[in-house]
């Protein structure tokens, strides 16, 4: 390529997204509700947002220290995480787990990090110097293929593990990190499948089963792990959106960059909301009741036998004997007399 196109050429795709943010600023529209506004002058450019243990949290994009917002319900900030003083492009949040966060070094607008970085670093209220704990958990990530630009963390609430969508014009791609990560080797990021162009932030929705990507103007929201499209989000005018938030009752929070911003509300359609339901217990199955055995057809009774006199029954089994007693006293009777006779002669 000559050197006289190789400039432009640059500028242009470095400005490609910004002048998408513009656009999506001067077209956005859709309903949403003001949650709160952002109070502290510190907080310029939101760009990633968490919510978690009744706190929104958020930081600003690259060109801060490492600073992790913590945000109370009435817009006041309540407690700061400095966890880097000189980070190289921060522009995302995910939750770590109870009073954690993960915070994604990940921009990269040239094109030309060889890796980038992801650090859990505690939150929540007061003043927090967490730069000596982030240090041991600091881990380099890895593209296949060459640099990425990212703005685009999420974690998957079931399992820990982390995801990160590319920021490209022609179409984002959303990569999975190792289930382990080896904070001393880097770590390679696998490619998983599409998600829409100039990705901004994404979030899953606390049971995992979904998740959602955001660009300036819109979000869509992704069946997991088929990343098959379930529907569309429009999202309302913003200066330049950069952060969405998944509640634990499955609100969907965004913010946008700029001084004294509103966090604001997104409704979703009825048919999203319907498919977003978490699945319904399964019923018990009852034991299966058993069979009665059939009724057996009522068997006739016998008749009812004759009563036998016992006295004749008796009678019955002594005959025998007495014939038998007659018969023997007749043939002594017999000899008795024959024998007279012979002596008489």
Known sequence: MPDRLRGPLVALALAAPFAVGLAAHAAGGGDAEVVLTFADPEILESSGLVAADGLLLTTNDSGDSGRVFAV????????????????????????????QVWVGDIGDNPGSRGSVTVARVPVGRGAIDARTEAAGETYELVYPGGARDAETLLSHPRTG???????????????????????????????????????????FWPDGRHLVVRGYADAVVYAWPSLAEVGELELPDQQQGEGIAVTDDGRVLVSTEGQFTDVLEVPLPADLEDALAPEAEPEPTPDPTP?????QPEQPEPPDAEPVDRAQDESLRTVPLAWLLGALTAVVLATLLLARAVRRR
């Open 291 to 295: 069979e009665a055995a059939p009724e």
């Open 72 to 99: 109370g319900p009435q817009g006041l900030t309540v407690g700061v995480t400095t966890w880097a003083d000189e980070p190289t492009d921060v522009e995302a949040l995910a939750p770590a787990g109870p009073g």
């Open 161 to 203: 593990r982390l995801y990160l969508a590319s920021k490209s014009f022609f179409g984002g791609a959303l990569y999975e990190a190792p289930a382990r990560l080896d904070p001393d080797a880097p770590n390679e990021l696998r490619e998983v499948g599409g998600v829409l162009p100039i990705a901004t932030d994404g979030a």
